[in-house]
Structures are given as structure tokens and as C-alpha cells.
């Protein structure tokens, strides 16, 4: 019963197995209009490895998706313009629920492999109801974030573990700004087909409203 398994398909042996680890190596969602980078799409091995982690207590995953978090930062060549990195944290009745928050355990990892300080940056303002079960267009209105003073003139990765909307990471980065942080990244370790169906949509109406604002 004491027995690890893997996250992805719950093969005994390992947190992720060899396999599921090749799985998570596809190509990374683009960039959508939320401005939030992704690591790995969340459909099929990596949405199971991801609800491991959120919901069965994989705590152990959470270095493996860090560095896929890396990975990407260091692709989009972010890695060397963090000062410290912080997450949006949960609301308090899922962080006691759970025991953990995994936005925090990813951070952290992403911290250490980039070898800068992770620092609680933001609170959520009262305990607002989590972004999971809402619908779409509830889910554009993210929770309020306040931030602690010492972000001033920081340069700031904010790290989330799914996006749809990217509500809640567009409100962490609007907070943190107005409390003087100098910049601020967004990265999350997967990316809804939701969210990128929208994204590609969004483009999709920018360019015809280019187009017509021409034509007229």
C-alpha cells in the first residue's frame, strides 16, 4: 500500500515513469493573449500528472514539473531576468483540505533550479472561491490579490500550475505592479485547450478587426 506510482498512469516504480516522463516532452502551447508561457498543454498524460499533484496528494511530482517550468523559462530565455519567484496561492479552505498548496511546492522547485529566493508575495484578498468548477466566463473575473511591500523594484516570476482564462495571473501581476515591482513573468506548468482555443480566437478577431479598420 506504501508502494510509489507513477502520477501519469499509477505503474509502480516511480513518481513518473519513464514513460509518462517522455510524454511530457511534446510541444509547448503557444503563447496566448493572457501573456501566461506554458510548459506542457493539459490534455491527456500531463492533465494526469498535473490532477495527481492537485487532487491525490503526488507531492512528489512537483520537482518534474518545475523543471518543465525551467525548461521553458530557459527556452524563452527568462531565466537570467528573475530577481524571485512567487505563485498565486490558493484559497485558505483548499490549502486546508489539501495540506498543501501546489502552487507554492512548484515555485519553490523553480526557485531552487534557478537558484534565486521563493518569497509569499501575495494574499489573496478574503478567501475568495477557487478558480476550479467555475464556468468560463465567471473564471475572467479572477480573485483579488494584495502584496506585501517588498516587492518593489523586483523582478518577479509568478508561477501557477494550470491556466485557462489566465485570470488569476493577470490579477497577481496587476497587484504586484502597482506595489512597485519593476517586472513581471507568468508561467504556469500547463495550459487548458480552452484556454488556447481562446487565445486563438482572440488573435483571430485582432486580425480581422486589422483588416477591416484597412479596408475602411
Not at 502551447?29 to 490534455?43: D, E, I, Y
Not at 518577479?156 to 489566465?166: A, E, K, P, R
Amino acid at each position: 500500500m506504501l508502494q510509489t506510482r507513477c502520477a501519469g498512469c499509477d505503474a509502480p516504480g516511480a513518481a513518473i515513469c519513464p514513460t509518462c516522463r517522455f510524454a511530457l516532452l511534446g510541444p509547448r502551447p503557444r503563447l496566448g493573449s493572457h501573456q501566461v508561457h506554458a510548459a506542457v498543454p493539459f490534455t491527456g498524460r500531463a492533465r494526469d500528472v498535473v490532477l495527481g499533484l492537485k487532487y491525490r496528494n503526488r507531492r512528489q511530482v512537483a520537482r518534474h514539473l518545475a523543471g518543465l517550468v525551467v525548461n521553458a523559462l530557459v527556452a524563452n530565455g527568462h531565466h537570467g531576468m528573475i530577481d524571485v519567484v512567487t505563485w498565486a496561492p490558493t484559497s485558505s479552505t483548499r490549502r486546508r483540505t489539501r495540506g498543501f498548496d501546489q502552487g507554492e511546492l512548484v515555485a519553490g522547485y523553480v526557485a531552487r533550479q534557478l537558484g534565486v529566493p521563493a518569497r509569499r508575495l501575495l494574499e489573496r484578498a478574503g478567501d475568495g472561491a477557487p478558480q476550479t468548477g467555475r464556468t468560463r466566463r465567471e473564471r475572467l473575473h479572477g480573485p483579488e490579490f494584495h502584496t506585501r511591500p517588498s516587492v518593489a523594484d523586483r523582478r518577479i516570476l509568478v508561477v501557477d500550475d494550470v491556466v485557462t482564462t489566465g485570470a488569476t495571473l493577470r490579477t497577481a501581476r496587476a497587484g504586484l505592479l502597482r506595489g512597485g515591482a519593476a517586472e513581471v513573468v507568468l508561467y504556469a506548468v500547463a495550459a487548458t485547450p480552452a484556454g488556447a482555443a481562446a487565445s486563438r480566437g482572440s488573435s483571430r478577431e485582432r486580425a480581422r478587426a486589422v483588416t477591416t479598420d484597412v479596408a475602411a
